[in-house]
């Protein structure tokens, strides 16, 4: 038999390690919860991103029959969103650091409101677009805050995977209007634009701020406070706090950054990067295809497009969670050059589609080409390019120039996407299959950028990221 004092000590320890476990357990779960809850909150931003993109889908034709549009003013209706959002996309940055990650959420909720109201009692095309020029200004600056909001609030494990979710809310919103859209009046479509600004206006209520943004403003009690209340109560949090400040004290002492000074040596690559992703993202002509989806199917040979708009809407989400599992697990990078590659299989495809109904050969085979290749474009965009331009814009600029360098990264994006969504209907009128044609040439060269240029930035620190993309001296 072993001494008494053995079997006392075992018996002890036996008791602690598992109640040492319950307490890590249940101080995960602490911390799990509050991040989810405030990434949560957050993209309900995402979600009235969706909504207001994907508004002027199903809604084109009665829209221009209620209130006497041309196709011309329509196509201002439907484009001039993107031009809200580039305003929104030049100050988000500012605004962010200014007033704070969940300030700029709320301004942007607050807008999105007013905009929605205009567009619900609109009698003619001036408040039409007056309250979607609104709704984009809104959506612009959500589209910066809300994954940088979600990325440093995240641990880097669950990081890429929490980010995506951003764009499977997008997905979600631009779904929900596709099928709503096909079912209630154009005005009755807006109240699904109202809920969540409502949402975040409350929800703001309940979770921290940016623990990181906290500390580049000097608040480094708050920003303890509000990083323990995101890896919960017992976990300890000084090693990723003394991160943070030895990284913001680094950033203090570099002088503020201008626009201009984004292309020195220190930052070009990182400036590369998130441009030409965003470039390469909207010129592979998603925009296209989301805000005009229902006369595409007309066009190419459908008696309806409410059928194809609903499909649209069906596989979207599915396939953007499953992009959200993948993206910690397999990276990045490998899943940017998948989406690009079907991307440009699946333009090329409907290219072809309207080629041989321009001919008149294989008649038969245009609807369901067409079909094919606009369900495979958005399920390879929504696995990848889709959310992944987005999750790395927020990890690779360091916090001193991310308002300045995000505000850029995505006025570009909106800027490509304006100029697709306005030209959309001219092109198509022009030549609809040379217009798929030019979008997959854009795919394909994204394939190529990937490859040559972007990093992998798979389970590395901001921190990590930040200095390897940034150490050009």
């Known amino acids: ?210 623990p990181r943004w906290l500390a580049k403003v000097g608040r480094d009690r708050e920003s303890e406070v509000a990083l323990q209340s995101l890896r919960g109560k017992d976990a300890d949090i000084s090693q990723e706090a003394a991160d943070i400040q030895e990284y913001v004290e680094t950033l203090r002492s570099l002088p503020e950054t201008r626009i201009l000074e984004l292309f020195q040596r220190t930052y070009i690559r990182s400036v590369i990067v998130g441009v030409g992703l965003m470039a390469f993202q909207q010129f592979g002509g998603v925009n296209g295809i989301t805000f005009y989806a229902t006369e595409i199917f007309v066009s190419a040979g459908f008696a309806s497009g409410n059928l194809g708009t609903i499909l649209l809407g069906s596989i979207q989400v599915p396939i953007t969670t499953m992009g959200a599992f993948l993206m910690d697990k397999s990276g990045r990078r490998p899943l940017l050059m998948v989406s690009a590659s079907g991307t440009c299989l699946s333009a090329f495809t409907i290219a072809i589609s309207f080629y041989l109904k321009d001919k008149g050969i294989y008649m038969d085979w245009v609807p369901l080409l067409a079909l094919t290749g606009i369900l495979g474009f958005l399920g390879s965009f929504s696995i990848g390019m889709g959310a992944i331009p987005w999750v790395i814009m927020s990890e690779i600029f360091p916090i001193n120039i991310k308002g300045v360098a995000g505000s850029l990264v995505t006025l570009v994006n909106w800027f490509a996407s304006w100029a697709v969504s306005y030209a959309f209907n001219f092109l198509v009128s022009w030549s609809s299959s040379g217009t798929f044609f030019v979008f997959a040439a854009f795919c394909a060269t994204s394939v190529v950028f990937v490859a040559k240029v972007v990093p992998e930035t798979k389970g590395r620190t901001l921190e990590e990221i930040q200095a390897s993309m940034n150490s050009f001296k």
């Open 1 to 210: 038999m072993g001494n008494s004092k053995d079997v006392v000590d075992r018996e002890e320890n036996g008791f602690k390690e598992p109640l040492m476990h319950a307490e890590e357990t249940r101080s995960c779960k602490e911390s799990l919860c509050m991040v989810l809850v405030s990434t949560a909150v957050s993209v309900c931003g995402s979600f009235e991103f969706g909504v207001c993109v994907g508004y002027s889908a199903p809604t084109q034709s009665e829209i221009r029959q209620d209130l006497g549009l041309s196709l011309s003013e329509y196509s201002v209706f439907g484009s001039i969103v993107t031009i809200g959002a580039m305003i929104g996309a030049v100050t988000s940055g500012r605004i962010s650091d200014f007033s704070g990650r969940k300030g700029a959420m709320r301004m942007s909720a607050i807008v999105c409101i007013i905009g929605w109201l205009g567009i619900y009692f609109a009698e003619g095309a001036f408040s039409l677009d007056l309250g979607r020029i609104l709704t984009g200004y809104g959506t612009g600056v959500f589209s910066y805050v809300v994954p940088v909001f979600i990325a440093e609030i995240a641990p880097k494990q669950l990081r890429g995977g929490l980010t995506t979710i951003n764009q499977l809310l997008i997905c979600g919103g631009l779904s929900l209007c596709y099928i709503i859209g096909t079912l209630v009046t154009w005005r009755t479509l807006v109240l699904v634009g109202l809920v969540p600004c409502f949402v975040i206006l409350v929800g703001l209520y309940f979770i921290p701020e940016s």
